[in-house]
């Protein structure tokens, strides 16, 4: 067997690389010196070893010298490939400044992070000199910061934030440039920034519109009107500096939207028209923006009166009416307007997108961030944190959550990366989809990976977020006022008087024992405890229901899934609270197993049973335990939990009286004939030979119509037959022991209601 020869195009191929044959003619016109054989493995690394070659070959075509000190070090020649093969955007930046290849020597190339006052101070310096060199700053910081992310897979909250302070740090040296130009309207006004959306929230894309809202007051002796039109001409100025594709190309677009009144309303307004504007005319969907608002650039000082002033706002939007029902409704809108010929593959407004996320976790804050200040983060990651830490999202949901969203983030970001475009949509070839899987670690089956990792994702949001933004216990938490939203004792009494508790002191020691400490188990039942309380009320033992609820909280609230399940199945913490006001047996029923609490969550569960469901689980119980004895508790405590679903299903209106009283027939007689066959082994046990008889037990009365109610005895009448060639005394003395143990075995003490046969009919 002779061995393949080895040819150039063949290592090319082997390489990862999609045109061999072009390549390895490409790679002949290389100005620098390096090992083709090295360079070539370096570039097998690459997302797009193609495009990298290619766009090395057009900066050693400048001839600059750094980037022969570029390719003869190891790690940093690796840098600048990794970028390369990523970015084409970028890659173009380096053939136009090819000296800029030193950046991949650089600490912020590895393991530094850009500090924004440095940034402020370079961007400065850059604008004074001329637009065109602010631009290739920024774009040298992208060079660094994409070297971090792609080569050492620095943290996405680290990069979005770095890519939101040199925002900041572009609209302060934006400023400042602007201001120097027109010094005589400088003087009128003080101009703070506050930057909204992504940037707001520290959590920019590579390219992003950067969302801002511009506030000014007069400087002393200036009249407000005056001083708000020199600011809105700065504020202009310094929109179109960046933003205008000349000398040097765009840095990002700046947008003042989210203002009041949007692109209809003024774009500069003091704090105090901003106030009067969103006391009295803001939407849901302003004030759900306002929750991004962060200082950005310009006066401190007027940028923190602002979020004084306007923060408040935000932390009151869940009390207005229909509130959650808005939001709900906005989410919906956004789907409907997805481009048709894009659809699934919008990564950030799809469903199973990022907008699931970030609309889920801004609704849970909005609704507990009124009276919880731990969850108010601007930043969707953090905030998710702070949900889980403090109990209003589960933390297996949240770490679902923060996965797919990082990994959608990340996704996104490579997208952009590759033109310096601002896109959201996963491409379809599969040469894209191939570079993109490779950018994100996929090597082997680039493409197939990548898709079947981002549709995992896409379907584990799309889950959760249905299962958080339509949680109907947010609505009920909506409607309370702000003040019972979280309860503190000294406020509590006059709350339940007015509720209809007949003894507020009692209820509030209860109160005071479910909620106090920071556990997790306190911080949750501080925010189930409001709408409980109310939900209470509107039974008639609303005293009776806390208390019962202290006790089953008492006996479950240990267990991963009680606490969990009221909350996040909010129909099952609603109909928890109507049984414990409604209905004593049914309290008692659920106070004897409180695990049985669990079918509570799913509506289907509450459907009764038919009796051939019964008899195959009872046959199962009897296959399992050798004793009467344990047979019948194994029966009786069946019948408790059926009992437990009728009166839960008839509570919530689910049966009519007839399907009642079929639903309580089949379970006794399903109990009886269970204890029917442990009767007979007993006397059988007791004989030490089979019983003599053949025995069954008629139903009578309500029981015989399918009539009976929770509390009735069963009517029966026991029948017998001898078998053949028994004696009769025998087999009737047979009958009778068998009728009597079955008495018996029902009767015997246990947390489970008693059966009581009576047989006088």
Same mark, same amino acid.
């Given at each position: 067997m002779t061995e393949r020869p080895v040819t150039e195009t063949g290592i090319f191929s082997r390489s990862g690389f999609s045109d061999p044959s072009k390549s390895a003619e490409l790679i002949k016109t290389l100005k620098a010196e390096i090992s083709h054989e090295l360079l070539i493995d370096d570039l097998s690394k690459v997302a797009d070893p193609d495009n990298a070659l290619l766009l090395l070959v057009r900066i050693a075509d400048q001839a600059d010298e750094n980037l022969n000190k570029?390719?003869?070090?190891? @790690?940093? &020649?690796?840098?600048?490939?990794?970028?390369?093969?990523?970015?084409?955007?970028? !890659?173009?930046?380096?053939?136009?400044?090819?000296?800029?290849?030193?950046?991949?020597?650089? *600490?912020?190339?590895?393991?530094?992070? #850009?500090?924004?006052?440095?940034?402020?101070?370079?961007?400065?310096?850059?604008?004074?000199?001329?637009?065109?060199?602010?631009?290739?700053?920024?774009?040298?910081? /992208?060079?660094?910061?994409?070297?971090?992310?792609?080569?050492?897979?620095?943290?996405?909250?680290?990069?979005?934030?770095e890519l939101a302070d040199a925002a900041d740090a572009i609209l302060q040296s934006a400023l400042i440039t602007v201001v120097d130009k027109n010094p005589d309207l400088a003087k009128q006004f003080k101009l703070a920034i506050i930057?909204?959306?992504?940037?707001?929230?520290?959590?920019?894309?590579?390219?992003?519109?950067?969302?801002? +809202?511009?506030?000014?007051?007069?400087?002393?002796?200036?009249?407000?009107?005056?001083?708000?039109?020199?600011?809105?001409? +700065?504020?202009?100025?310094?929109?179109?500096?960046?933003?205008?594709? #000349?000398?040097? $190309?765009?840095?990002?677009?700046v947008d003042a939207a989210l203002r009041p009144e949007g692109k209809a309303g003024p774009r500069v307004r003091t704090v105090e028209q901003h106030v009067a504007y969103y006391q009295r005319w803001a939407s849901t969907w302003e004030f759900q923006a306002l929750l991004k608002a962060r200082f950005s650039a310009g006066d401190i000082e007027l940028g923190n009166k602002y979020l004084t002033e306007i923060t408040p706002f935000v932390w009151q939007a869940a009390s207005k009416e229909n509130f959650v029902d808005d939001v709900q409704k906005m989410r919906k809108k956004v789907e409907e307007n997805i481009d048709n010929r894009i659809g699934e593959r919008e990564l950030k407004l799809a469903p199973g997108g990022l907008r699931d996320v970030e609309f889920a976790v801004q609704l849970l804050q909005l609704v507990h961030g009124r009276s919880d200040l731990m969850v108010r983060s601007p930043n969707t990651l953090q905030a998710l944190d702070q949900l889980a830490t403090w109990g209003y999202i589960g933390r297996d949901d949240a770490a679902t959550f923060s996965t797919a969203y990082t990994f959608l983030r990340t996704l996104e970001h490579r997208i952009q990366l590759q033109k310096l475009s601002r896109t959201h949509v996963l491409p379809e070839a599969d040469s894209e989809l191939r570079k993109l899987g490779r950018s994100l670690g996929f090597m082997s089956d680039s493409s197939t990976d990548l898709e079947k990792q981002w549709r995992k994702h896409q379907l584990e949001v799309r889950r959760i977020h249905e299962k958080l933004f339509y949680r109907p216990l947010l609505n009920a938490v909506a409607r309370l006022d702000a003040g019972s939203a979280r309860l503190t004792i000294s406020e509590a009494t006059s709350r339940l008087n007015a509720l209809g508790y007949k003894d507020p002191e009692s209820a509030l020691r209860h109160i005071e024992a479910l909620t106090t400490g920071v556990s997790r188990r306190a911080v949750i039942q501080k925010t189930l405890l409001p709408v409980l309380l109310s939900w209470f009320a509107d039974g008639p033992e609303p005293d009776i229901a806390l208390l019962s609820f202290r006790r089953l909280?008492?006996?479950?609230?240990?267990?991963?899934?009680?606490? %969990?399940?009221? &909350?996040?199945?909010?129909?099952?913490?609603?109909? =928890?609270?109507?049984?414990?006001?409604?209905? &004593?047996?049914?309290?008692?029923?659920?106070?004897?197993?409180?695990?049985?609490?669990?079918?509570? $969550?799913?509506? @289907? @569960?509450?459907?009764?049973?038919? %009796?051939?469901?019964?008899?195959?689980?009872?046959?199962?119980?009897?296959?399992?335990?050798?004793?009467?004895?344990?047979?019948?508790?194994?029966?009786?405590?069946? &019948?408790?939990?059926?009992?437990? %679903?009728?009166?839960?299903?008839?509570?919530?209106? %689910?049966?009519?009286?007839?399907?009642? $009283? =079929?639903?309580?027939?089949?379970?006794?007689?399903?109990?009886?004939?269970?204890?029917l066959k442990g009767a007979i082994l007993v006397v059988e046990q007791e004989r030490g030979?089979?019983?003599?008889?053949?025995?069954?037990?008629?139903? =009578?009365?309500?029981? !015989?119509?399918?009539? /009976?109610?929770?509390?009735?005895?069963?009517?029966?009448?026991?029948?017998?037959?001898?078998?053949?060639?028994?004696?009769?005394?025998?087999? *009737?003395?047979?009958?009778?022991?068998?009728? #009597?143990?079955?008495?018996?075995?029902?009767?015997?003490?246990?947390?489970?209601?008693? /059966?009581?046969?009576?047989?006088?009919?």
């Open positions: 570029v390719l003869k070090d190891d @790690e940093v &020649r690796l840098r600048l490939l990794q970028v390369l093969g990523s970015s084409t955007g970028l !890659g173009e930046h380096l053939v136009s400044y090819p000296a800029d290849v030193q950046v991949f020597f650089a *600490e912020t190339a590895i393991s530094k992070a #850009n500090n924004r006052d440095e940034l402020i101070a370079v961007f400065t310096k850059a604008a004074k000199t001329s637009r065109a060199n602010l631009v290739r700053e920024y774009r040298k910081v /992208l060079l660094g910061l994409a070297s971090r992310d792609i080569c050492y897979k620095w943290p996405l909250r680290d990069v979005a934030a930057a909204m959306g992504k940037a707001g929230g520290q959590e920019l894309n590579y390219v992003s519109d950067v969302d801002v +809202i511009f506030t000014a007051a007069a400087t002393s002796g200036v009249e407000e009107s005056t001083a708000v039109s020199a600011a809105t001409k +700065i504020a202009t100025e310094v929109m179109q500096y960046i933003s205008v594709a #000349n000398d040097g $190309g765009g840095i990002w677009e909280s008492d006996a479950l609230g240990s267990t991963p899934w009680f606490l %969990r399940l009221l &909350r996040d199945e909010s129909a099952a913490a609603e109909l =928890m609270a109507k049984l414990l006001s409604s209905s &004593r047996y049914a309290t008692d029923l659920l106070m004897s197993a409180p695990e049985a609490v669990s079918m509570l $969550g799913n509506l @289907e @569960e509450l459907e009764p049973r038919t %009796r051939e469901q019964h008899e195959a689980e009872m046959n199962a119980v009897i296959a399992r335990h050798e004793t009467a004895e344990n047979i019948v508790s194994a029966a009786r405590a069946f &019948r408790r939990r059926e009992l437990l %679903r009728t009166a839960t299903a008839d509570l919530s209106g %689910r049966l009519t009286t007839e399907q009642v $009283g =079929m639903a309580l027939s089949n379970v006794y007689a399903t109990v009886i004939e269970t204890a030979k089979e019983v003599s008889t053949n025995m069954c037990v008629i139903a =009578m009365g309500r029981f !015989g119509g399918f009539e /009976l109610g929770y509390g009735s005895d069963a009517d029966v009448m026991f029948v017998h037959e001898p078998k053949k060639g028994a004696d009769p005394q025998d087999a *009737e003395k047979c009958a009778l022991d068998i009728a #009597n143990q079955l008495r018996t075995l029902l009767m015997q003490p246990s947390v489970d209601p008693p /059966l009581e046969i009576d047989a006088d009919l």
